[in-house]
Structure formats: structure tokens, C-alpha cells
């Protein structure tokens, strides 16, 4: 099945970079137009309804540049706005929530920590994953000030990395042997993670499976590019030097207000 049309990704800014590189990864041939609404980051400490009318949003920019798939690059935008999204419009919707399932299933202690945003842990969804775990720990960290840290391009700071002490410290005590990063953006802190947690604390986050679901999805629903050479689009309302730097600048960044 052959669709030329690009795959859309969008994120409260910079931090769904990290699920388009997985998917850029396994799809080298696909066509993607990325928006990092980095205006409004971080959508973690929004309001559901304040969350779902960014989604809305955002997806119909992406609808008007001609999509055929829609990536949700953001764990609180999936697990507040998701189902909305999906009555809402007529495309396919890949959503990211924290990878609870991988590591309880091969957590040794039945102690697991995950690391994400206020919207994401308050969120109905988030809830109901915790509760088919029932015989695990889970410590819940919210990771305040992370998201806006990274967005201004501190992230190899040292005010990063004394957030990132406070809020892992709690999970190391009570044996944690793994730790879900429940939010897009902190991928682009796993260097410094590393250097705090023990070496038989594993880390996993969620952009490998949403690559391979991308790419299950275009295989029985809506098709896979068919040109050999991609075009990689990236939209941001924020400092586009930024995203530019998590690129490496090896693609172009487009400033747009939206």
C-alpha cells in the first residue's frame, strides 16, 4: 500500500523530538512534519480542557498540511486528550504513555519509579494502568521545572542536574530497579540520570514502541511512503535555535506562530 503523505507529531515543544527520532529511525523513507508548541510548554501543569483545546489544535494544523497519521509526541496530551481526539477527528492516532506494563513485567524488587509531569500522573488513564500492576511499588515522581529547563536549552545544567538528585534519591532508596520516564522530553536527560542512579537501575522510556506501532499502523491501514528520498519538516513557536540545537542542525527549523 503505497501513501506519500507525511506522518504529523506534536508536543508541548522540543521533547517529542525523541519519539520522532525513533520513528525517523525505523521509517527513514516517511515524510514527517513535527510541531513543538513550545509557546505553551509545559502542558503538564495545564488544566485537562486547557490540554485538549492545544491537541485540538494542534492536530488540525497538522490535518490542513496533510497528514495521514498523527503522532501524539507528548504523554500528557495522550493521557488527557487521546479519546478525544480520536471521536473527534478521521485519522490514526499513536498516543505515548509511560512504559509501566515493560517494567513491572521485569522488575526483580516489584519496585518500579516513573519520573513524568503533573498532567500525566493525575490523569484518569495513567490511574487505571497503575492499577493492573497491583503487586508492584510504583513511586510517582513528578518532575517539576524539567520540561521547562530543557525547553530553554539547560540541560546539561547544574540546576537540572540538583532537580534531577532530589527527585531520583527517594526512588534509589526504596530500591527502584527501574525507572519510566513518563514524559517526551526527558530522554535528553538520561546522560545525567545515569550519573545518579546505581548501574542495575534500568532505564526505559517510550519511543521504540511507538516507532514500531507507527509503523504497524502504516503497514495495515494507511500505507508507506513510496519516494526514496524524505522531507523532515519542523514547526516551532518558541526559540527555534533550540530545536535546532537537539537536531544537531542537520534539519531545518521553521519559526510559525500557531
Known amino acids: 500500500m503505497i501513501n506519500n503523505a507525511p506522518i504529523g507529531l506534536f508536543d508541548s515543544g522540543i521533547g517529542g523530538t525523541s519519539i520522532w527520532k525513533e520513528i525517523h529511525q525505523l521509517l527513514p523513507n516517511e515524510d514527517t512534519i513535527y510541531l513543538a508548541d513550545s509557546k505553551n510548554a509545559p502542558y503538564g501543569i495545564k488544566s485537562k480542557k486547557e490540554i485538549q483545546k492545544l491537541s485540538f489544535k494542534n492536530t488540525e494544523l497538522l490535518l490542513e498540511m496533510g497528514c495521514k497519521l498523527i503522532v501524539v509526541a507528548c504523554n500528557t496530551a495522550t493521557t488527557n486528550a487521546i479519546k ?3 471521536a473527534k477527528f478521521d485519522v490514526p492516532f499513536i498516543g505515548i504513555e509511560p512504559a ?4 513491572a513485567n521485569k522488575s526483580k524488587t516489584n519496585c518500579i519509579g516513573i519520573l513524568a509531569t503533573k498532567g500525566t500522573l493525575n490523569s484518569t488513564l495513567f490511574h487505571k494502568a ?19 529547563l530543557i525547553e530553554n536549552g539547560k540541560i546539561e545544567s547544574k540546576e537540572t542536574n540538583e532537580l534531577l538528585i532530589e527527585y531520583l534519591h527517594p526512588m534509589i532508596e526504596a530500591n527502584i530497579d527501574y525507572l519510566v520516564l513518563g514524559c517526551s522530553h526527558y530522554p535528553y536527560l538520561i546522560s545525567q540520570i545515569k550519573k545518579i542512579l546505581p548501574k542495575g537501575i534500568k532505564i526505559i522510556d517510550s519511543g521504540e514502541a511507538v516507532a514500531r506501532q507507527t509503523e504497524k499502523i502504516l503497514q495495515g491501514k494507511i500505507g508507506f511512503n ?18 535546532k540545537s ?7 527549523v521553521i519559526y510559525k506562530e500557531f
Not at 100 to 103: F, G
Not at 246 to 252: A, F, Q
Open 84 to 86: 478525544e481526539l480520536r
Open 100 to 103: 509501566i506494563k515493560p517494567a
Open 130 to 148: 497503575v492499577l493492573n500492576y497491583p503487586n508492584t511499588k510504583i513511586i510517582e515522581q513528578i518532575g517539576f521545572g524539567l520540561v521547562q
Open 226 to 243: 513510496s519516494n526514496l528520498k524524505s522531507n523532515q519538516v519542523f514547526f516551532t513557536n518558541g526559540n527555534p535555535e533550540v530545536l
Open 246 to 252: 537537539i537536531l544537531k542542525n542537520k534539519y531545518n
